[in-house]
Nanobody, 132 residues
């Protein structure tokens, strides 16, 4: 079965840290540009951080720069998101997604979904809640 499964979400206080993990099964994650996306209640989904399959280049949305770090371990078929100094506005459901066609061209465009397109795989998400 081809799937992505996220884990590591939870509830933390502002300033806390979490590490999200996305594990792929049924396919080789190494061939995919992959990323983390989040959706807060009442808001549109946004790309948080993405990483290229070819050169390891990364993209971060402005609000998480300097606080979040995306990484991948192709040997383990896994991707991670280290989240530090969490803020209440980071609350949401975090999803991992993958794509392996030249449609977007850059990991930045893929993360921003610009132009709008479809990702090949989505996980079911993990909830992150930041609250005092």
């Amino acid at each position: 079965q081809l799937q992505l499964v996220e884990s590591g979400g939870g509830s933390v206080q502002p300033g806390g840290s979490l590490r999200l993990t996305c594990i792929a099964s049924g396919f080789a994650l190494a061939y995919y540009d992959i990323g983390w996306f989040r959706q807060a209640p009442g808001k549109e989904r946004e790309g948080v951080a993405c990483i290229s399959s070819t050169d390891g280049s990364t993209y971060y949305t402005d609000s998480v720069k300097g606080r979040f770090t995306i990484s991948r371990d192709n040997a383990k078929n896994m991707m991670y998101l280290q989240m530090n100094n969490l803020k209440p506005e980071d609350t949401g459901v975090y999803y991992c997604a993958g794509h392996n066609s030249p449609f977007w061209g850059t990991v930045s465009a893929m993360c921003r979904n610009d132009p709008p397109g479809e990702y090949h795989f989505w996980g079911r998400g993990t909830q992150v809640t930041v609250s005092s």
